[in-house]
């Protein structure tokens, strides 16, 4: 498995940005898709993006398509979570995900459970 422990997290305004960090160890990192999840009080964890292995593809939710965008540096064993042009609902705990499976569908990998390991997750609060 692959331990994760994301950073970043904070209050912002609206319209403001933050960029989210997660750490990973373990030799799986590299070979593992990563996934960046969400969830607000009261609700359940949703999908937010995924990258494959190499950084070669990405996927988002659309309620983030165009202001958010998660990047990789296997050389850091580090994934980021841009995250530009904030709303107040975007307010959240934010996880990182690892998944060492491997899988064809963009829809697979947007379940929670499809992935293995998971950070201990980072607060975001935008305020109006």
């Known amino acids: 498995q692959v331990q994760l422990v994301e950073s970043g997290g904070g209050l912002v305004q609206a319209g403001g940005s933050l960029r989210l960090s997660c750490a990973a160890s373990?030799?799986?990192?590299?070979?593992?898709?990563m996934g960046w999840f969400r969830q607000a009080p009261g609700k359940e964890r949703e999908f937010v993006s995924t990258i494959n292995w190499n950084g070669g593809v990405t996927n988002y939710a659309d309620s983030v398509k165009g202001r958010f965008t998660i990047s990789r540096d296997n050389a850091k064993n580090t994934v980021y979570l841009q995250m530009n042009n904030l709303k107040p609902e975007d307010t959240a705990v934010y996880y990182c995900?690892?998944?060492?499976?491997?899988?064809?569908?963009?829809?697979?990998?947007?379940?929670?459970?499809?992935?293995?390991?998971w950070g201990q997750g980072t607060q975001v609060s935008v305020s109006s």
């Open positions: 995900a690892a998944s060492t499976r491997t899988t064809a569908s963009a829809r697979v990998a947007m379940v929670p459970g499809w992935y293995d390991s």
């Open positions: 373990g030799r799986t990192f590299r070979t593992s898709t």
